[in-house]
């Protein structure tokens, strides 16, 4: 009897061993690929940005100034989740004829930075011309428009955008910006929800920001025509930010008449 059962106990343990050996193999292979995935992923160059309408998979890197007034549709597109580096440099657009074209196309006039659904535009480097300075939208190859979803989520640090129709777009999605300078566009910033951080957003012939939701820490919103912060949600400004007028707003359509203030700005 204790013969067997020193025999069936054996067994079991040699099991057990030969399950937890083949187990850190497994944990090992897995760790090992990994580190080999992350090691190709942080050795891969980046793409070289040196034409208009070029479309960047994941890193882009500007490597000189891009005149894209021949453009009819975006100058540099980005894949989901891509970053585009200005390093420096500068992307010119047809300057826009009107702010009206923010509510319908106007021939001539491309995107200046398009993105599936969302992106990272880093400076320091100049967006001018064009409808949108960068938009996030699902649509990176049709000219027409068709079948274009709204995209989720721009990231912009220390980008110059200026006279465009709008200088950074994310209807439905968020827009982070951070040392961002905006500059005589028609609309400055719109987003679902928005966050601004140590930028300034001036001259916009509307709305400086147009959102649900905005918060906005260490930075200037002026000159805008209309107002230059607009929400439906009262807006977060701290104590260290200016705006010179805010409107109470909704979501959707644009009312013709300007609407209540929200008593955060200097002239409301």
């Known amino acids: 009897m204790r013969t067997e059962r020193s025999t069936r106990t054996a067994r079991f343990t040699g099991h057990a061993l030969l399950a937890v050996a083949v187990a850190a193999s497994i944990t090992v292979a897995m760790v090992g690929a990994v580190f080999v995935a992350s090691e190709a992923n942080a050795a891969r160059p980046p793409e070289l940005v040196t034409h208009c309408g070029q479309l960047v998979h994941r890193h ?3 490597t ?6 021949a453009e ?10 891509a970053t585009l580096d200005l390093n420096g440099f500068s992307i010119t657009g047809t300057a ?3 702010s009206d074209c923010w509510l ?3 021939p001539g006039e491309a995107d200046l930075v398009r993105c599936s659904v969302r992106c990272t535009v880093v400076g320091p480097g100049l ?3 064009g409808r949108y300075g960068i938009v996030a939208a699902s649509n990176l190859v049709d000219p027409s428009g068709a079948g274009t979803k709204r995209g989720r989520k721009i990231n912009a640090r220390n980008v110059t955008i200026a ?9 439905s999605g968020i827009a982070r910006v951070q040392g961002l300078d905006a500059q005589s566009s028609g609309l400055g910033i719109s987003a679902r929800r928005i966050a601004v951080e140590d930028s300034q957003v001036t001259g916009s012939d509307i709305f400086g920001v147009r959102a649900r939701s905005v918060r906005i820490r260490r930075s200037s919103l002026t ?13 977060r400004i701290d104590e260290d930010s200016t705006c010179e007028r805010s409107e109470k707003g909704h979501w959707g359509g644009i009312s013709v008449v300007r609407q209540d203030p929200w008593g955060v700005c200097s002239s409301d």
């Not at 000189?64 to 007034?69: A, G």
């Not at 009819?72 to 989740?81: C, D, I, K, N, S």
């Not at 006279?163 to 209807?171: C, D, F, G, P």
């Open 163 to 171: 006279n465009t129709v709008v200088a950074i777009e994310a209807w």
């Open 60 to 62: 882009g890197v500007l």
């Open 104 to 106: 319908s196309t106007c």
């Open 64 to 69: 000189q100034d891009l005149d894209c007034t």
């Open 72 to 81: 009819v549709f975006a100058a540099v597109r980005l894949e989901r989740r």
């Open 127 to 129: 967006l001018s011309g």
């Open 96 to 98: 826009p004829a009107s």
């Open 223 to 235: 000159g805008s025509g209309r107002s230059d912060v607009q929400t439906v949600q009262r807006p």
